[in-house]
């Protein structure tokens, strides 16, 4: 007899007795969140439908083999609490905890990761257009180098760690690890073979060194995801190793050139063209 399942969007407290089908989409690094070590993830539905889930403490290691990212699962009974606005990934109310007793099933047909939703990824080119408040991207890059750690010289003296990225458009790029990022993420990087691909998911756009990226509390990161896209990337940075690694050596000798980015053609205008400022007009009448 065929499992009746049960949407993301009817789950809650009261809700008894329920399987949902689910594909990971997000799964973050384990992390400290005192004095709780929790581990997050992001599932979703047929429908669409999203939902917020943890693994807490000594649960996050014994199901470390289990929903993996992008893989789709049966799920039953997992724990179903209601989640302020303020700590909500996603606009569902409720929370799924889940634990080494909850009962969790593979479901063999979308193994692939090319099964998923297709992100959609922000070109190096477009990143400008994202610059600013609160507004994050997602992406997809090769790692062309990883920096070591530095203190940085600011109050609480910050650790942060500077990845280049680089793809096929040919512009390096700076993101930035702060915090458990460095330690997960950054350590994970220096031990994967050379180019490894990254999606980054939820990454902030900054306009210091010219336009850059860096981590916030809500990103997370795969490293070498089984897709399409990321075999060709890897396989584009290894074919022109050199290239890369020269744009890269350039990118870092001349610091100047992360500033200030090059403007657009559209953007370029005459000096005569400049709008005066009113201390401009004020000097010239008197």
Not at 223 to 241: Q, R, V
Request: proline share 7%; glycine share 4%; charged share 20%.
């Amino acid at each position: 007899m065929a499992i009746q399942l049960t949407p993301i969007k009817n789950i809650n407290s009261s809700t008894r007795n329920w399987t949902a089908k689910v594909k990971v989409l997000e799964k973050w690094s384990p992390s400290q969140h005192s004095p709780v070590k929790l581990q997050k993830l992001i599932l979703a539905d047929a429908e669409g439908s999203r939902v917020q889930a943890t693994i807490i403490e000594d649960d996050i290691e014994k199901l470390e083999d289990t929903l993996q990212f992008y893989n789709t699962y049966l799920i039953s009974n997992a724990g179903v609490k209601y989640v302020s606005p303020k700590y909500r990934l996603n606009n569902f109310e409720w929370r799924w905890t889940i634990n080494a007793r909850t009962l969790i099933q593979i479901v063999d047909e979308s193994l692939s990761h090319e099964n998923l939703r297709n992100l959609d990824f922000v070109p190096f080119e477009q990143f400008e257009q994202h610059s600013g408040g609160q507004t994050t991207i997602d992406i997809l890059a090769a790692v062309a180098r990883v920096q070591p750690p530095k203190v940085l010289s600011k109050p609480g003296n910050p650790i942060a760690q500077e990845i280049i990225l680089i793809n096929q458009e040919l512009k390096p790029i700076i993101l930035t690890f702060w915090d458990d990022f460095i330690t997960r993420e950054g350590q994970l990087l220096q031990d994967t073979s050379p180019y490894p691909v990254l999606i980054g998911i939820r990454v902030r756009v900054n306009t210091y060194n010219g336009h850059s990226l860096s981590t916030r509390p809500g990103s997370s990161f795969v490293i070498d995801p089984d897709t399409m896209a990321a075999h060709t990337l890897k396989a584009w940075c290894t074919a022109n190793k050199e290239t890369v690694e020269q744009l890269c050596d350039e990118f870092l000798a001349k610091p100047i050139l992360r500033i200030v980015p090059n403007p657009n053609d559209k953007d370029i205008i005459c000096i005569t063209d400049v709008p005066k400022t009113p201390e401009m007009v004020s000097k010239q009448v008197s």
